[in-house]
């Protein structure tokens, strides 16, 4: 989960590089450090804490260079500090590297290496697998190429590692296994990076880099392996990206701009598939495996965290409309399992970032064993994303808020139109019914505008309710995995304790939470489930419980019951769910900007969770 950056090239290194950290800050901010190769060997800074206490703490000190790498941390293996900060340097101080995963058998090369007399100054499994790389080049007289390649062979582990060396200025050596690394082709230098947002500015150009590739990188010359030291030709791919979707474009923080670009950014996912007129749905990576999903007996969904939220309330569509049987996994659960696989099951991976990593190894598990795999990611290129047969991507441009928000509504919209699809093509959905939810889902984002409009009256009630202790979300039906994600979302940046659940199960447990101290968040939109919502608000008011309600524009009786309400706009209820969650977004991130806490990089979480 770890964000690296590396350059090499005529420019000088450092400013690229520290910029490239800031960019990947999402990824974690433990700590984080830079090392520069000028010639006359490798210098090391690193500073516990964020990118600008690095800035600070460096100044002044001697920072040219044409070749350099860069780190900042999510903390694994030893708490965060100044010296398990990357990059570590090796025990003679000639090799300097960092790494985004984790080895897992690190502590039998440690020991191996502490019988050899080395000694270690972090608790990292980094500073193990270096010497450990230095140890086999020393020992074979070998390359520092052919000494990696020997190396991670015997590693046990997920990893993408960047070394420099004081004896090779102007290379910089990566390998990769189960992180992502993105490699940007300029005029005479080269970019690396946990994405393409380091390198945005400088080249559109890009080689991503498969799992079990290695790198040789310098200035004029891009040379890719594999762990046989056979050559391989890099593919070349185009950006199509712009500098200002990874900027605050005049936003206080990313996560309030990625909840206001929501309109687009659903407008963008139905963009080119959705003819409400015509009544077609175009998805390509669909189609050509449209008649083996009409004839499945079953879907699972796989998926992590708000992905898995997205998944569970697609279970309700993809049942309501297609008639197949949906199991929704946790991909961390599904892995280790021994999941009952046959061969024809359709597999729908479901992750932002597309380098999940228990999503991933979920996938190739089915894969190997038959299952059609679809991805349903955002981030182009990514590992889930050529991993899978088919799928669609989510077009919700970078999102670099930790606490996913846009992700989400995108999912549910490629989802929703996947479903609707099937449905056609199956004859399960009547033609009405079609065209009705054809039209229900092209005004999604013009009702998400009309919901964002209103959300000046959320930051009020954020200030009203921002020293509560607990919350409890209750929803039924669609309407429950949004609350499952307004628990989620108020958990992740507030740190205020919240659950959700069906609101049905209130009376199986969590009634006997309610006081007159916690508030008690319904989803209730005009739906199937509408009378039974109303009743379960009346028992919590029965309680002395404070209500504060998601209501449908006009819906007086739910208002009444509710001390407090949010507006939306009255929609179908399978579609409804993209708009239910977005005055929770809100709710969650005002009561985390009233609490002072840093919404953009919550506490402990990171980005893209690419180990276990």
């Given at each position: 989960?770890?964000?690296?950056?590396?350059?090499?090239?005529?420019?000088?290194?450092?400013?690229?590089?520290?910029?490239?950290?800031?960019?990947?800050?999402?990824?974690?901010?433990?700590?984080?450090?830079?090392?520069?190769?000028?010639?006359?060997?490798?210098?090391?800074?690193k500073k516990k804490g964020r990118v600008a206490e690095l800035e600070d703490a460096i100044v002044g000190k001697d920072l040219h260079a044409h070749v350099g790498i860069g780190h900042t941390r999510w903390a694994t293996h030893g708490e965060p500090s100044d010296r398990n900060a990357h990059p570590?340097?090796?025990?003679?101080?000639?090799?300097?590297?960092?790494?985004?995963?984790?080895?897992?058998?690190?502590?039998?090369?440690?020991?191996?290496?502490?019988?050899?007399?080395?000694?270690?100054?972090?608790?990292?499994?980094?500073?193990?697998?270096?010497?450990?790389?230095?140890?086999?080049?020393?020992?074979?007289?070998?390359?520092?190429?052919?000494?990696?390649?020997?190396?991670?062979?015997?590693?046990?582990?997920?990893?993408?590692?960047?070394?420099?060396?004081?004896?090779?200025?102007?290379?910089?050596?990566?390998?990769?296994?189960?992180?992502?690394?993105?490699?940007?082709?300029?005029?005479?230098?080269?970019?690396?990076?946990?994405?393409?947002?380091?390198?945005?500015?400088?080249?559109?150009?890009?080689?991503?880099?498969?799992?079990?590739?290695?790198?040789?990188?310098?200035?004029?010359?891009?040379?890719?392996?594999?762990?046989?030291?056979?050559?391989?030709?890099?593919?070349?791919?185009?950006?199509?990206?712009?500098?200002?979707?990874?900027?605050?474009?005049?936003?206080?923080?990313?996560?309030?701009?990625?909840?206001?670009?929501?309109?687009?950014?659903?407008?963008?996912?139905?963009?080119?598939?959705?003819?409400?007129?015509?009544?077609?749905?175009?998805?390509?990576?669909?189609?050509?495996?449209?008649?083996?999903?009409?004839?499945?007996?079953?879907?699972?969904?796989?998926?992590?965290?708000?992905?898995?939220?997205?998944?569970?309330?697609?279970?309700?569509?993809?049942?309501?409309?297609?008639?197949?049987?949906?199991?929704?996994?946790?991909?961390?659960?599904?892995?280790?399992?021994?999941?009952?696989?046959?061969?024809?099951?359709?597999?729908?991976?479901?992750?932002?970032?597309?380098?999940?990593?228990?999503?991933?190894?979920?996938?190739?598990?089915?894969?190997?064993?038959?299952?059609?795999?679809?991805?349903?990611?955002?981030?182009?290129?990514?590992?889930?994303?050529?991993?899978?047969?088919?799928?669609?991507?989510?077009?919700?441009?970078?999102?670099?808020?930790?606490?996913?928000?846009?992700?989400?509504?995108?999912?549910?919209?490629?989802?929703?139109?996947?479903?609707?699809?099937?449905?056609?093509?199956?004859?399960?959905?009547?033609?009405?019914?079609?065209?009705?939810?054809?039209?229900?889902?092209?005004?999604?984002?013009?009702?998400?505008?009309?919901?964002?409009?209103?959300?000046?009256?959320?930051?009020?009630?954020?200030?009203?309710?921002?020293?509560?202790?607990?919350?409890?979300?209750?929803?039924?039906?669609?309407?429950?995995?949004?609350?499952?994600?307004?628990?989620?979302?108020?958990?992740?940046?507030?740190?205020?304790?919240?659950?959700?659940?069906?609101?049905?199960?209130?009376?199986?447990?969590?009634?006997?939470?309610?006081?007159?101290?916690?508030?008690?968040?319904?989803?209730?939109?005009?739906?199937?489930?509408?009378?039974?919502?109303?009743?379960?608000?009346?028992?919590?008011?029965?309680?002395?419980?404070?209500?504060?309600?998601?209501?449908?524009?006009?819906?007086?009786?739910?208002?009444?019951?509710?001390?407090?309400?949010?507006?939306?706009p009255e929609t179908d209820e399978i579609v409804a769910p993209m708009l239910s969650v977005v005055p929770l977004q809100l709710l969650a991130y005002y009561i985390g900007v009233a609490k002072g806490q840093d919404v953009d990089k919550p506490r402990n979480l990171a980005k893209s969770v690419t180990?276990?």
């Open positions: 989960m770890c964000g690296i950056v590396g350059y090499t090239g005529p420019r000088e290194a450092y400013p690229i590089i520290i910029k490239g950290l800031k960019r990947l800050e999402y990824r974690g901010y433990d700590s984080t450090g830079v090392a520069l190769q000028n010639g006359q060997g490798v210098k090391v800074y570590h340097q090796s025990s003679s101080g000639k090799l300097a590297m960092i790494h985004n995963g984790i080895i897992e058998n690190y502590s039998q090369l440690k020991n191996e290496l502490i019988s050899k007399g080395y000694v270690f100054h972090s608790d990292t499994d980094t500073e193990v697998l270096l010497n450990f790389i230095e140890e086999i080049k020393k020992n074979n007289n070998c390359s520092l190429e052919e000494a990696i390649r020997i190396a991670l062979k015997r590693v046990v582990g997920a990893y993408v590692i960047l070394l420099v060396d004081a004896d090779d200025p102007n290379t910089i050596i990566a390998a990769r296994k189960g992180s992502p690394l993105v490699i940007g082709v300029g005029k005479g230098e080269h970019f690396l990076g946990s994405d393409a947002s380091p390198m945005l500015e400088y080249t559109k150009e890009v080689v991503y880099v498969n799992d079990y590739e290695m790198a040789i990188v310098k200035p004029d010359e891009l040379i890719l392996k594999n762990l046989g030291n056979e050559k391989i030709t890099p593919y070349i791919q185009k950006l199509d990206l712009e500098l200002a979707a990874i900027e605050k474009g005049g936003y206080d923080h990313f996560m309030l701009k990625e909840i206001f670009e929501q309109p687009q950014t659903v407008y963008d996912c139905l963009r080119g598939r959705l003819d409400p007129v015509a009544g077609t749905i175009t998805m390509s990576g669909i189609q050509q495996y449209a008649d083996q999903i009409v004839k499945a007996s079953r879907i699972v969904m796989v998926a992590c965290g708000t992905s898995w939220h997205a998944g569970l309330a697609a279970e309700y569509i993809f049942e309501e409309l297609c008639r197949i049987n949906v199991e929704v996994e946790y991909a961390s659960e599904f892995r280790y399992r021994n999941p009952v696989i046959n061969k024809g099951d359709i597999i729908i991976a479901i992750s932002q970032s597309g380098e999940t990593a228990d999503t991933l190894v979920a996938i190739e598990t089915a894969k190997a064993k038959g299952a059609i795999i679809l991805g349903v990611v955002n981030v182009v290129g990514s590992s889930i994303a050529r991993a899978s047969h088919g799928g669609a991507y989510t077009h919700a441009g970078p999102e670099i808020g930790v606490a996913s928000t846009k992700a989400f509504t995108g999912q549910l919209a490629v989802l929703t139109m996947i479903a609707l699809k099937i449905a056609y093509i199956k004859g399960s959905i009547s033609n009405d019914r079609y065209m009705h939810l054809l039209n229900e889902l092209n005004e999604i984002p013009e009702k998400l505008a009309w919901v964002l409009n209103h959300a000046d009256h959320i930051k009020k009630l954020a200030e009203k309710y921002k020293d509560a202790r607990d919350f409890l979300y209750l929803g039924r039906g669609y309407n429950f995995p949004v609350a499952l994600e307004g628990a989620l979302k108020l958990k992740e940046i507030s740190y205020i304790h919240a659950e959700g659940y069906p609101a049905a199960e209130m009376k199986h447990g969590p009634i006997a939470l309610v006081d007159e101290t916690l508030p008690v968040v319904f989803i209730a939109t005009k739906d199937a489930y509408h009378e039974k919502l109303i009743s379960n608000m009346q028992e919590i008011k029965a309680r002395k419980g404070r209500v504060i309600s998601v209501i449908t524009e006009g819906d007086e009786m739910a208002k009444s019951l509710s001390e407090d309400v949010m507006i939306v180990v276990e």
